[in-house]
């Protein structure tokens, strides 16, 4: 039987923080990390040194211009493409180097939203869902299939949606499934690339909301890249602004306003004149 003193000991089991309850060891790892990260194509210089961390369980978006690499930095961090110098850790270990088959492991804890949704179009909605669980997990199509319904059903899309190919749903109902494919394997990172570009501020508030509950309930990391401000703020816990192959400025969403930095100032306020020269612009 539970007495006073062993209630005592649960609430202050539960008081601390996961590492002490578990006995873990503190750590102050960041769950991704870039180290002076080079690429280029050509004489195209698109990142010239990024440093970047994302802690666990922090939500980054990263603003920039148009081109300016931030796709590039999510496709660095999943794997699809190699740095041409610098580091980057996950979870402190260097997959720099790791491609094909060794990077695999890290590729699996994670799941990405492509900017256009990226769906394949002779598959079924819930078989895009699951395109993972099928491939990676052993699971019989069937669980596969239970797990993409699910998962469909926390981005708020019934069962019958499943059954549908890609071309039947509207621009907002891909996203939707675009981003209950990178989350239905339950991931640790989750990585979105422009998750609102091109839908109405409706469903625009629709999939920040899910991005929201759902990156909060899976306890992931996640990485996004936006142009929709109001989004960021809802979304973020940090922001960081990428400019000339560079993070020009980092900081809590909360110091969005007053970071003091130019570029973030000119993208902010929609300032038409300021650091930012108009070719670059991204809004
Ligand atoms: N595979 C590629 N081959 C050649 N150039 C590329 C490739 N991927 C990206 N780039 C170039 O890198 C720059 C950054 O691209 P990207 O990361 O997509 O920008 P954005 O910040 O708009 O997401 C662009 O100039 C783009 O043309
Ligand atoms: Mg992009």
Not at 30 to 46: A, C, M, Q, W, Y
Not at 106 to 131: C, H, K, P
Not at 245 to 250: C, E, L, M, S, V
Request: net charge neutral; aromatic share 6%; proline share 5%.
């Amino acid at each position: 039987m539970a007495g006073p003193a062993d209630a005592k000991t649960e609430k202050r089991r539960w008081a601390k923080p996961p590492c002490f309850r578990y006995n873990l060891p503190v750590s102050s790892t960041p769950k991704i990390e870039l180290r002076g990260v080079t690429k280029s194509f050509g004489d195209n210089h698109v990142l010239k040194g990024v440093d970047l961390d994302v802690g666990a369980g922090q939500s980054l978006v990263l603003i920039g211009p148009s081109a300016s690499g931030k796709t590039l930095i999510l496709k660095l961090i999943l794997g699809l493409m190699r740095a041409d110098g610098g580091q980057i850790r996950i979870d402190g270990e260097d997959v720099t180097g790791l491609i094909g088959k060794a990077r695999e492991p890290y590729i699996r804890r994670m799941g990405m939203l492509f900017q256009q949704s990226a769906l394949f179009d002779s598959q079924t909605v819930w078989e895009n869902v699951a395109f993972r669980l099928l491939q990676d997990k052993g699971l019989t199509r069937a669980q596969a299939k239970a797990l993409a319904l699910d998962t469909l059903a926390s981005v708020g899309m019934t069962p019958d949606v499943g059954e549908l190919l890609p071309a039947e749903i509207s621009g907002g109902m891909q996203k939707r499934v675009g981003f209950a494919r990178a989350i239905a394997s339950r991931p640790e990172i989750v990585l979105l690339d422009e998750p609102t570009a091109g839908l109405d501020p409706i469903m625009t508030n629709v999939i920040n909301d899910l991005i929201l509950d759902n990156v909060r309930q899976l306890g992931a990391t996640a990485v996004s890249v936006t142009s929709d401000l109001e989004g960021a703020r809802k979304t973020a816990t940090d922001i960081a602004m990428i400019y000339d192959g560079k993070i020009a400025w980092r900081g809590p969403v909360a110091s969005l306003d007053d970071s003091g930095n130019p570029y973030v100032d000119q993208f902010v306020h929609h300032r038409g004149d300021g650091p930012i020269q108009l070719a670059e612009r991204a809004f």
